[in-house]
């Protein structure tokens, strides 16, 4: 699926079988900040996971593939 950096950025940290990942703005920012360089032009394409976690009654943002 396609989305935005802003929607990108708000991607949650997550533990999948006892491996952690960091917020998917730790990991794409760097990239991005060097690419602006060449482009403002990003395209997004994310692939969420098939379980999904909530918090407050509100699912939780995260993506497996960037």
């Known amino acids: 699926m396609e989305i935005t950096i802003g ?3 708000e991607g949650k940290s997550t533990i999948i079988k006892d491996k952690e990942y960091l917020a ?3 990991y794409v920012t760097p ?3 060097l690419m602006s360089f060449f482009t403002k032009d990003f395209y ?6 098939k379980q999904l976690t909530m918090t ?6 995260t ?3 960037v």
């Open 44 to 49: 997004c394409k994310v692939e969420v996971p």
């Open 7 to 9: 929607k990108l950025l």
């Open 24 to 26: 998917t703005a730790e």
């Open 31 to 33: 990239f991005i900040s």
């Open 63 to 65: 993506y497996n593939r």
């Open 56 to 61: 407050d009654k509100k699912q939780d943002i």
